[in-house]
Protein backbone atom coordinates (compact mmCIF):
# COMPACT_ATOMS: atom_id res chain seq x y z
CA UNK A 1 0.00 0.00 0.00
CA UNK A 2 3.12 2.58 0.70
CA UNK A 3 3.92 1.62 -2.94
CA UNK A 4 1.15 2.32 -4.50
CA UNK A 5 0.45 5.63 -2.43
CA UNK A 6 3.85 6.49 -3.63
CA UNK A 7 3.41 6.06 -7.16
CA UNK A 8 0.00 7.44 -6.97
CA UNK A 9 2.12 10.62 -5.69
CA UNK A 10 3.94 10.58 -8.46
CA UNK A 11 1.58 10.16 -11.14
CA UNK A 12 0.27 13.53 -9.96
CA UNK A 13 3.67 14.92 -9.89
CA UNK A 14 3.90 13.90 -13.74
CA UNK A 15 0.86 15.15 -14.95
CA UNK A 16 1.72 18.56 -13.18
CA UNK A 17 4.93 18.31 -15.36
CA UNK A 18 2.58 17.76 -18.14
CA UNK A 19 0.61 21.07 -17.40
CA UNK A 20 4.42 22.77 -17.74
CA UNK A 21 5.34 21.17 -21.32
CA UNK A 22 7.28 18.61 -19.43
CA UNK A 23 9.79 20.91 -18.04
CA UNK A 24 9.80 21.28 -13.83
CA UNK A 25 12.73 22.46 -11.85
CA UNK A 26 14.34 19.96 -9.12
CA UNK A 27 12.98 22.85 -6.59
CA UNK A 28 9.56 22.30 -8.11
CA UNK A 29 9.77 18.11 -7.69
CA UNK A 30 11.32 18.83 -4.08
CA UNK A 31 8.10 21.00 -3.42
CA UNK A 32 5.85 18.20 -4.45
CA UNK A 33 7.46 15.78 -2.72
CA UNK A 34 8.30 17.71 0.50
CA UNK A 35 5.76 15.33 2.64
CA UNK A 36 7.53 12.54 1.38
CA UNK A 37 11.18 13.06 2.93
CA UNK A 38 13.23 11.69 0.11
CA UNK A 39 16.57 11.04 0.72
CA UNK A 40 19.10 12.76 -2.29
CA UNK A 41 19.67 9.23 -3.79
CA UNK A 42 15.71 8.29 -4.13
CA UNK A 43 15.54 12.10 -5.71
CA UNK A 44 18.06 10.52 -8.42
CA UNK A 45 15.92 7.73 -8.73
CA UNK A 46 12.88 9.43 -9.12
CA UNK A 47 14.38 12.17 -11.43
CA UNK A 48 15.45 8.62 -13.59
CA UNK A 49 11.98 7.35 -13.34
CA UNK A 50 10.44 10.88 -14.76
CA UNK A 51 13.13 11.08 -17.27
CA UNK A 52 11.16 7.42 -18.35
CA UNK A 53 8.19 9.16 -18.35
CA UNK A 54 9.30 12.19 -20.78
CA UNK A 55 9.66 14.29 -18.12
CA UNK A 56 12.62 16.65 -18.50
CA UNK A 57 14.02 17.86 -14.64
CA UNK A 58 16.35 20.84 -15.33
CA UNK A 59 19.98 19.76 -13.95
CA UNK A 60 19.56 16.71 -13.84
CA UNK A 61 22.20 14.40 -15.58
CA UNK A 62 21.36 10.76 -16.13
CA UNK A 63 24.13 7.93 -16.20
CA UNK A 64 25.63 7.57 -19.91
CA UNK A 65 23.96 4.78 -21.71
CA UNK A 66 27.22 3.49 -22.15
CA UNK A 67 30.68 3.42 -20.48
CA UNK A 68 33.48 2.65 -22.86
CA UNK A 69 36.23 0.57 -21.72
CA UNK A 70 38.71 3.57 -22.42
CA UNK A 71 36.67 5.87 -20.00
CA UNK A 72 40.30 6.05 -17.37
CA UNK A 73 39.21 7.39 -14.04
CA UNK A 74 35.37 7.44 -14.23
CA UNK A 75 34.84 10.93 -13.86
CA UNK A 76 32.05 10.99 -16.04
CA UNK A 77 29.89 9.03 -13.92
CA UNK A 78 31.63 10.45 -10.52
CA UNK A 79 32.95 7.47 -9.60
CA UNK A 80 36.81 6.72 -9.19
CA UNK A 81 38.10 3.38 -10.51
CA UNK A 82 39.64 1.32 -8.09
CA UNK A 83 43.31 0.56 -8.64
CA UNK A 84 42.37 -2.67 -10.44
CA UNK A 85 40.08 -1.62 -12.89
CA UNK A 86 42.45 1.25 -13.92
CA UNK A 87 44.60 -1.81 -14.24
CA UNK A 88 42.52 -3.80 -16.34
CA UNK A 89 41.16 -1.20 -18.35
CA UNK A 90 44.93 -0.95 -19.34
CA UNK A 91 45.38 -4.76 -19.92
CA UNK A 92 42.37 -4.33 -22.14
CA UNK A 93 43.55 -1.41 -24.01
CA UNK A 94 46.45 -3.63 -25.53
CA UNK A 95 44.04 -6.23 -26.41
CA UNK A 96 43.81 -6.66 -30.20
CA UNK A 97 40.51 -5.06 -32.04
CA UNK A 98 38.87 -7.63 -33.80
CA UNK A 99 36.92 -6.63 -36.92
CA UNK A 100 33.23 -7.49 -37.83
CA UNK A 101 34.28 -9.75 -40.36
CA UNK A 102 37.30 -11.50 -37.84
CA UNK A 103 34.56 -11.87 -35.72
CA UNK A 104 32.03 -13.23 -37.68
CA UNK A 105 34.91 -15.88 -38.79
CA UNK A 106 35.55 -16.81 -34.96
CA UNK A 107 31.62 -17.33 -34.73
CA UNK A 108 31.59 -19.97 -37.24
CA UNK A 109 34.31 -21.94 -36.05
CA UNK A 110 32.84 -21.62 -32.84
CA UNK A 111 29.41 -22.94 -34.30
CA UNK A 112 31.34 -25.75 -36.08
CA UNK A 113 32.48 -27.12 -32.37
CA UNK A 114 35.91 -25.65 -32.58
CA UNK A 115 36.81 -25.03 -28.86
CA UNK A 116 40.69 -23.79 -29.41
CA UNK A 117 38.49 -20.61 -30.49
CA UNK A 118 36.63 -20.25 -27.17
CA UNK A 119 39.93 -18.30 -25.75
CA UNK A 120 39.75 -15.93 -28.67
CA UNK A 121 36.04 -15.29 -28.94
CA UNK A 122 35.64 -14.45 -25.20
CA UNK A 123 38.68 -12.09 -25.76
CA UNK A 124 37.47 -10.45 -28.41
CA UNK A 125 34.25 -9.43 -25.93
CA UNK A 126 35.98 -8.58 -22.57
CA UNK A 127 35.91 -4.84 -24.02
CA UNK A 128 31.91 -5.48 -25.05
CA UNK A 129 31.60 -6.59 -21.15
CA UNK A 130 32.37 -3.06 -19.27
CA UNK A 131 30.38 -1.17 -21.73
CA UNK A 132 27.45 -3.56 -20.74
CA UNK A 133 28.68 -2.76 -17.15
CA UNK A 134 28.80 0.49 -17.38
CA UNK A 135 25.48 1.17 -17.86
CA UNK A 136 24.42 -0.42 -14.68
CA UNK A 137 26.94 1.69 -13.04
CA UNK A 138 26.19 3.97 -9.73
CA UNK A 139 23.06 1.27 -8.39
CA UNK A 140 24.86 -0.22 -5.50
CA UNK A 141 26.66 -2.86 -7.09
CA UNK A 142 30.67 -1.88 -7.65
CA UNK A 143 32.23 -1.64 -11.41
CA UNK A 144 34.33 -3.78 -10.80
CA UNK A 145 31.99 -6.60 -9.69
CA UNK A 146 29.57 -5.99 -12.53
CA UNK A 147 32.48 -6.66 -14.72
CA UNK A 148 33.73 -9.65 -12.68
CA UNK A 149 30.59 -11.12 -13.16
CA UNK A 150 29.92 -10.01 -16.78
CA UNK A 151 33.35 -11.79 -17.46
CA UNK A 152 32.23 -15.21 -15.98
CA UNK A 153 29.05 -15.01 -17.46
CA UNK A 154 31.02 -14.36 -21.04
CA UNK A 155 32.95 -17.32 -20.38
CA UNK A 156 30.32 -19.54 -19.36
CA UNK A 157 28.12 -18.56 -22.16
CA UNK A 158 30.77 -18.92 -25.04
CA UNK A 159 32.00 -22.25 -23.84
CA UNK A 160 27.86 -23.28 -23.78
CA UNK A 161 27.68 -22.18 -26.90
CA UNK A 162 30.24 -23.82 -29.27
CA UNK A 163 28.83 -26.50 -31.34
CA UNK A 164 25.34 -25.43 -30.96
CA UNK A 165 23.58 -25.01 -34.12
CA UNK A 166 20.32 -23.47 -33.24
CA UNK A 167 21.06 -20.35 -31.92
CA UNK A 168 20.86 -18.03 -34.85
CA UNK A 169 22.68 -14.70 -33.36
CA UNK A 170 26.17 -15.63 -31.59
CA UNK A 171 26.66 -12.05 -30.54
CA UNK A 172 23.18 -11.54 -30.08
CA UNK A 173 23.06 -14.62 -27.43
CA UNK A 174 26.38 -13.21 -25.09
CA UNK A 175 24.75 -9.73 -25.09
CA UNK A 176 21.69 -11.28 -23.80
CA UNK A 177 23.21 -13.12 -21.41
CA UNK A 178 25.67 -10.82 -19.79
CA UNK A 179 22.93 -7.98 -19.51
CA UNK A 180 20.31 -11.21 -17.71
CA UNK A 181 23.39 -11.34 -15.39
CA UNK A 182 24.02 -7.85 -14.81
CA UNK A 183 20.36 -6.76 -13.97
CA UNK A 184 20.24 -9.80 -11.99
CA UNK A 185 23.19 -9.15 -9.26
CA UNK A 186 21.75 -5.14 -9.47
CA UNK A 187 18.47 -6.54 -8.93
CA UNK A 188 19.66 -8.39 -5.65
CA UNK A 189 21.01 -5.31 -4.37
CA UNK A 190 17.79 -3.39 -4.43
CA UNK A 191 16.55 -6.23 -2.03
CA UNK A 192 18.41 -4.41 0.65
CA UNK A 193 16.97 -1.02 0.07
CA UNK A 194 13.85 0.76 1.20
CA UNK A 195 10.52 -0.03 0.28
CA UNK A 196 10.71 3.57 -1.66
CA UNK A 197 14.27 3.37 -3.34
CA UNK A 198 13.37 -0.09 -4.64
CA UNK A 199 9.76 0.42 -6.24
CA UNK A 200 11.77 3.23 -8.12
CA UNK A 201 14.92 1.79 -9.16
CA UNK A 202 12.93 -1.86 -9.99
CA UNK A 203 10.69 0.10 -12.07
CA UNK A 204 13.45 1.85 -13.96
CA UNK A 205 15.11 -1.56 -14.10
CA UNK A 206 12.48 -3.32 -15.60
CA UNK A 207 11.78 -0.68 -18.15
CA UNK A 208 15.44 -0.45 -19.35
CA UNK A 209 14.86 -4.68 -19.72
CA UNK A 210 11.63 -3.93 -21.66
CA UNK A 211 13.46 -1.59 -23.76
CA UNK A 212 16.71 -3.94 -24.27
CA UNK A 213 14.69 -6.67 -25.22
CA UNK A 214 12.87 -4.90 -27.83
CA UNK A 215 15.89 -4.03 -29.67
CA UNK A 216 17.23 -7.79 -29.54
CA UNK A 217 13.54 -9.13 -30.58
CA UNK A 218 12.18 -6.20 -32.81
CA UNK A 219 8.73 -6.23 -30.62
CA UNK A 220 7.87 -6.12 -27.08
CA UNK A 221 8.72 -9.09 -24.60
CA UNK A 222 6.46 -11.19 -23.09
CA UNK A 223 5.83 -11.45 -19.12
CA UNK A 224 7.76 -14.82 -19.87
CA UNK A 225 10.73 -13.67 -21.69
CA UNK A 226 11.00 -10.56 -19.40
CA UNK A 227 10.59 -12.56 -16.16
CA UNK A 228 13.46 -15.27 -17.43
CA UNK A 229 16.08 -12.41 -18.48
CA UNK A 230 15.04 -10.35 -15.33
CA UNK A 231 15.42 -13.55 -13.01
CA UNK A 232 12.34 -12.11 -11.30
CA UNK A 233 8.73 -13.80 -10.80
CA UNK A 234 5.79 -13.21 -12.80
CA UNK A 235 3.96 -12.13 -10.56
CA UNK A 236 6.09 -9.58 -8.70
CA UNK A 237 6.76 -8.10 -12.46
CA UNK A 238 2.92 -7.78 -12.83
CA UNK A 239 2.93 -6.00 -9.59
CA UNK A 240 5.58 -3.70 -10.97
CA UNK A 241 3.46 -2.92 -14.20
CA UNK A 242 0.87 -1.85 -11.87
CA UNK A 243 2.61 0.23 -9.91
CA UNK A 244 4.15 1.89 -13.11
CA UNK A 245 0.62 2.06 -14.61
CA UNK A 246 1.56 0.44 -17.34
CA UNK A 247 4.59 2.30 -17.94
CA UNK A 248 6.52 -1.15 -18.13
CA UNK A 249 5.42 -2.88 -21.46
CA UNK A 250 4.69 -6.22 -21.49
CA UNK A 251 3.81 -8.27 -24.89
CA UNK A 252 0.73 -10.38 -26.10
CA UNK A 253 2.70 -13.11 -27.06
CA UNK A 254 1.97 -12.44 -30.52
CA UNK A 255 4.97 -13.35 -33.02
CA UNK A 256 7.37 -14.01 -29.69
CA UNK A 257 10.86 -15.52 -29.68
CA UNK A 258 10.98 -18.96 -30.32
Known amino acids: ?7 RHIEGLIQYARTKENQLTKQEVADYCSELSLTEQQYELLYAYLKEHQVHVDGYKARPEALAFEEKSGEKSGERDSKYLTIYRRELRGLPDYSEEEKRRLFERLRAGDETVIGTVIEAQLKRVVTLAGKYRGRGVPLEDLIQEGNLE ?8 CGNQEVVDYEKAIDHAVRSRLIELVDEELSDSDSISTVLARVNLLMEATRSLAEE ?42
Open 217 to 258: YGRIATLEELAEFAHMDREEIRMYVELSRNAIEIGSGDGAKE
Open 154 to 161: LTSRVAML
Open 1 to 7: MEQKEFL
